[in-house]
């Protein structure tokens, strides 16, 4: 149509006949714009419409209110998040729960595994082996005044290690070339030679100077100097006899003891000084002088007595068949800890609530999850003659020392669980 038009004010210019023609057109233009809107609606204001059932699936509009519906709906369905983290969410077909993850990779000293099942083995336990620098086999470890001390015990070494991490090492030059055992109250250090009366003191580890010589030689093999407090004992050669001191070696007092020592070193535990004598019998003392001893019934007759990470002291039956456990020196509890094969002179100890055994004389190593050994590669070994080895965590349990086998040269374990190089096994729950 040609006809040109003014606005509908300009009705009246126009005949009847022709305000219909008008009227239609405008109804097309209108009807144009409203089509062309509802192509791409842009909704503005308050803008409202039907809120269907959450059952409906068709292409109608959703509201905020049946959105809301279907989301409550959904998450009404879920477990509770708090306490699940890392876990994934599996479904029956009805419901939903949260599972740890089927298998997973930890460190294997980790706290974590103590509670689940390991699927893989023959893994390495230890961080990494380190060089002490000693020129005999590493027997004794300690932790004081910020650091570790290494120690040969056997053979003949002019010196002891010092470490502040269990990694780099420094040799500390002693009185004499000797086979050293060193104790600490943690502050402050006692060396004694095997089977002599030469005595060594060192007030950070570092720096050692003679001190008073023992009043006659001390215990060969098992003369461990072990502190109470400040007060230092060391077991004599000479039969029912050992030394205290409460200086760090500056004086000597002998001591007699209610009957001879057997071929163990002592031990602190629970707040006593502790020696085995025979078969089934030990003492216990707080303060290692003459008549305050009281002799101690064990439930069997040791092979091996060695001490925990923890501090408490454990025993083992010829065979390796049977281990017992104290924290107070006094009462003993059976530990259902089998072995995977039996056999004596294999320490257990614990790490982060983890059993372990390292031997490298019988070829094995193995680590105690959820009621169940794994073996492991063993490369460090702390079996011993009684009481004989000792190793040592640092101030905060994050790093924990093992003493190589007997016939190597100054080589320690050393396990740090938090660590990346740490030793990981794979586990399921």
């Known amino acids: 149509m040609s006809t040109a038009y003014t606005r509908s004010t300009d009705f009246a210019l126009f005949a009847s006949s022709r305000r219909s023609a008008k009227f239609n057109y405008e109804l097309d233009l209108i009807a144009t714009a409203i089509a062309s809107l509802l192509v791409d609606p842009t909704f503005t204001g308050d803008a409202r419409a039907l809120t269907r059932a959450i059952t409906d699936d068709s292409t109608r509009l959703a509201t905020t209110a049946f959105v809301h519906d279907v989301l409550s709906g959904a998450l009404g369905n879920l477990p509770v998040q708090t306490g699940h983290a890392g876990k994934w969410l599996k479904t029956n077909g009805s419901s939903a729960s949260w599972e740890a993850l089927p298998i997973q990779t930890y460190s294997i000293f980790s706290a974590s595994t103590a509670t689940l099942t390991a699927v893989s083995a023959l893994e ?50 002693m009185p004499s070339t000797a086979a050293w055992h060193v104790g600490t109250d943690g502050l402050q250090f006692v060396g004694v030679i095997d089977g002599g009366t030469g005595t060594a003191t060192s007030a950070n580890g570092t720096s050692w100077s003679s001190t008073t010589a023992l009043p006659a030689a001390c215990k060969a093999t098992h003369c461990i100097p072990v502190f109470l407090g ?50 089934t019998t030990a003492y216990t003392s707080a303060t290692g002088a003459t ?61 982060n609530g983890i059993y372990a055994y390292f031997s490298t004389t019988f070829g094995e190593a193995a680590t105690y999850h959820n009621g169940n050994w794994v073996r492991r590669t063993p490369s460090v070994s702390i079996t011993s003659s009684m009481g004989l080895r000792r190793f040592a965590k640092n101030g905060d349990g994050t790093v924990f020392l093992v003493p190589h086998g007997a016939g190597t040269t100054g080589q320690i374990g050393r396990i740090a669980p938090a660590e990346g190089s740490a030793a990981t096994a794979i586990f399921t729950s």
Do not use: H, K
């Open 124 to 173: 390495r336990m230890e961080n990494t082996l380190t060089a002490s620098g000693l020129a005999t086999a590493c027997q004794q470890i300690i932790y004081g005044n910020s650091l570790f001390i290494a120690a040969g015990g056997t053979g003949s070494n002019a010196n002891v290690a010092s470490s502040a991490d269990g990694l780099t090492w420094t040799l500390r030059a």
């Open 230 to 279: 400040t007060t230092c004992f060391v077991l004599s050669n000479t039969a029912a006899t050992a030394y205290t001191s409460s200086n760090y070696g500056t004086s000597w007092s002998t001591q007699t003891l209610p009957a001879n020592a057997g071929n163990c070193a002592p031990f602190v535990v629970g707040g006593l000084f502790w020696y085995w004598s025979a078969t």
């Open 291 to 351: 008549s305050s001893w009281t002799a101690r019934t064990l439930p069997i007759t040791p092979a091996v007595a060695w001490q925990d990470f923890d501090g408490s002291l454990w025993i083992q039956a010829s065979g390796g068949t049977e281990y017992y456990r104290t924290t107070d020196g006094i009462n003993w509890t059976l530990q259902s800890l089998t072995l995977t094969t039996s056999g004596a002179n294999r320490p257990v100890v614990s790490i």
